[in-house]
T-cell receptor
Framework: AAGVIQSPRHLIKEKRETATLKCYPI?????VYWYQQGPGQDPQFLIS???????DKGSIPDRFSAQQFSDYHSELNMSSLELGDSALYFC??????????FGPGTRLTVL | DQQVKQNSPSLSVQEGRISILNCDYT??????FLWYKKYPAEGPTFLIS?????DKNEDGRFTVFLNKSAKHLSLHIVPSQPGDSAVYFC????????????FGTGTRLKVLA
């Protein structure tokens, strides 16, 4: 069965650079969630979209923005990267309130 | 403020025995709970869920128990297998919200052959 696809899987950036992470949800899923997992920490909710509209916002820095496109894929844009942004970024998709299925994650390293 | 807590960061169990992973939560609005399993360099994989209208849900070797009055849930794995070795996260959500998951801190399970 098709799963959530995230790209790239690994990304290395320098401080103050920008990064764009992409998420392709499971077909027919209408909701996308972004989570950030720092080293040794639990995943923290960042932001979610339902039917291309932002549905909730968590601990997402103002330097980050995200959107969901007409084909339901989502992009997380991160600017002015800081060392503390180094983390695993997971995208999950669901059919509204149903179980969220996670992608493999993007490992972002900021040097 | 950690709304979902897994107080045991690690657990070791002999193959064939029962593994019991615990999770406590503080927010009484949570009404849907899940367990995810995570291997290094992979995303969390859904294992089993339970709604607050139930106190038990079983799927093969995995059973989740929910004690609402104690705000406690547990995952039982019987029998434990070496392939079960991973980090297990419990997560909770509230249907009155937007279904975002609040994760616990994870428990690293090691099943010894």
């Amino acid at each position: 069965a098709a799963g959530v696809i995230q790209s790239p899987r690994h990304l290395i950036k320098e401080k103050r650079e920008t990064a764009t992470l992409k998420c392709y949800p499971i077909p027919r899923h209408d909701t996308v969630y972004w989570y950030q997992q720092g080293p040794g920490q639990d995943p923290q909710f960042l932001i979610s979209f339902y039917e291309k509209m932002q549905s909730d916002k968590g601990s997402i820095p103002d330097r980050f923005s995200a959107q969901q496109f007409s084909d339901y894929h989502s992009e997380l844009n991160m600017s002015s990267l800081e060392l503390g942004d180094s983390a695993l970024y997971f995208c999950a998709s669901s059919l509204l309130s149903d179980t969220q299925y996670f992608g493999p994650g993007t490992r972002l390293t900021v040097l | 403020d950690q709304q979902v807590k897994q107080n045991s960061p690690s657990l070791s169990v002999q193959e064939g025995r029962i593994s019991i992973l615990n999770c406590d939560y503080t927010n009484s609005m949570f009404d849907y709970f899940l367990w995810y399993k995570k291997y290094p360099a992979e995303g969390p994989t859904f294992l089993i869920s339970i709604s607050s209208i139930k106190d038990k849900n079983e799927d093969g070797r995995f059973t989740v128990f929910l004690n609402k009055s104690a705000k406690h849930l547990s995952l039982h794995i019987v029998p434990s297998q070496p392939g079960d070795s991973a980090v297990y996260f419990c997560a909770a959500s509230a249907s009155s919200g937007t279904y975002k998951y609040i994760f616990g801190t994870g428990t690293r399970l090691k099943v010894l052959a």
